[in-house]
């Protein structure tokens, strides 16, 4: 893609807080994250997880836990939340990848439902109401992340929002880069023609495994910047309907494409906050959705823009 | 709690209650995989809608027909929820699912995870997600039984019965039948039944409605024990996909007995450890993809 679409969507980013209420970009900034890291493995490797969730809601608890708790900055708190969900994807993965489709996520989703009932059951998730008032605490010790700024009327927490911001650039960059690399072409081969791939003489196993580690941290990541900005950390972060979401958001702006993900967090994250007083309308809507995307609109809504224009997004 | 032979017995028994409920969900989701090569994902939120059927049959059936003193009984509610769910398993089959085929099997996943969604979230509007209690169950069902080392509330001991004649009955149709020899036959090839002049769509068709049909038998037998609620199903759904893959799909009667099995060992659990016994059929699943990973009765693909 041009450098021109790049700069145009950083600018975007950077001036998203005066234009939109912050909380609700940075809401998406986390949820968009989270469905370009399913995407590495939906997309570019043909991995069906439907246990993505455990990652997310995982590392929000253990970055919140030790925010709250250990007095980690928030850095820290986001590292080891990361590396936290790369742990587990690495034992989730290594035990996933030995079933193919359909059967990859069953086994995704029941091994994802472990963490659910170990979040409900441990000691320090705080159970039923999850952990909350999360300290955001100050970046490296030293930048405040809770400060407000005044602007006219309104208040921005502008330290917290460029920090959310950049781990979103970042991890998005590590999913880009990823794609775009040796390692990257060979997932897609996998994903194209697994047979060919292991007859080509590439240890499948262990690339579907690397993709699946990165999607889980990266995953992660997301759901400790998500404990941050709402300081909380709850259960449905790790419930099995925030893994269905996560498939939602990548199918309907488009599996297999670099921005289907942003689209479709965006269009996902709208309709909660448009539906929030509907009840569980939502999860009509969202099925309905569902439903729709699979029966007429496969390709999502930037693969097939991507079609008009010829080129791929 | 003390563990004796009693509490021991008494929670096998209770766990071969749930067993049978997981062995007719994952029978049906082995009938459907067989042929359709989906995995339905609707099938807790259809197990779920069959034990609705029965409630509102019961509740709001007479008062919406306009003769208030009538109530869809449970027996009638037995045959009636399978009936209705199935029918709308052909409905959706014919409708959505059948688009699908030529795509990626996990489209087939992805829409019946939707179904699942609208139907969850339909009732979840209306109904308490803590559960309404079924009052419908027949006279002759209440009371307890003598079962010589235990005494068994009797209305558990024939969802046990009824659950198992309907399991090993569908077994016989597959295995052991004329009807059920196409479908085995539709299962490893299709298109050479189709060349036979076997009408191929139609026994799809049929074969998910039953599946489905089972489904709601499950949810009819099971609303007397447990409350009915909207998210009954999506909490069954998960352990039976854990039971499929630890049975695999390709035997019926692997899918019986791995059902069956489980939920004795979850029952047991409760004695030994109880905080683990939602989790053990995951544990179990874990330790059968380290050793087996095709599963206890699957085959190589």
Known sequence: MSTKIWLALLFLGLVAPFVVYPVFVMKLLCFALFACTFNLLLGYTGLLSFGHAAFFGGAAYITGYLVKNSGLTPELGVLAGTMFAGVLGYLIGSLAIRRQGIYFAMVTLALAQIVYFVAIKAPFTGGEDGLQDIPRGKLFGLLDLNHAYHLGEKTLELNLYYFVFALFCLGFWIVYRTINSPFGQVLKAIRENEQRAVSLGYQVEKFKLIAFVISAALAGMAGSMKALVFQLASLTDVNWHTSGEVVLMTLLGGVGTVLGPLVGAFTVVTLHSEL?????????????TFVICVLAFRRGVVGELGRLLKRSL | MEITFQTVMSQIMLGLNNGAFYA??????????????????????LYMLGAFVALLGYTHLGPLLGVPDFHLSYWAALLVAPLLVGILGVVIEKTMLSRLYKFDHLYGLLLTFGVALILQGVFTNYFNVSGTPYDAKPEVLNGVVNLGFMLFPKYRLWAICISLLVCFSTWYVIERTKLGSYLRAGTENPELVKAFGVNVPLMITLTYGYGVALAAFAGVVAAPIYSVSPVMGAETIIVVFAVVVIGGMGSIMGSIVTGLLLGMVEGLTKVIYAPASSTVIFFIMVIVLLVKPTGLFGREQ
């Open chain 1, 276 to 288: 929030s007083s509907a009840g569980s309308w939502v999860t009509v809507v969202i099925g309905a």
């Open chain 2, 24 to 45: 007719i969900l994952s029978l049906g989701l082995a009938v459907i995989f067989g042929l359709l090569n989906i995995v339905n994902f609707a099938h807790g939120a």
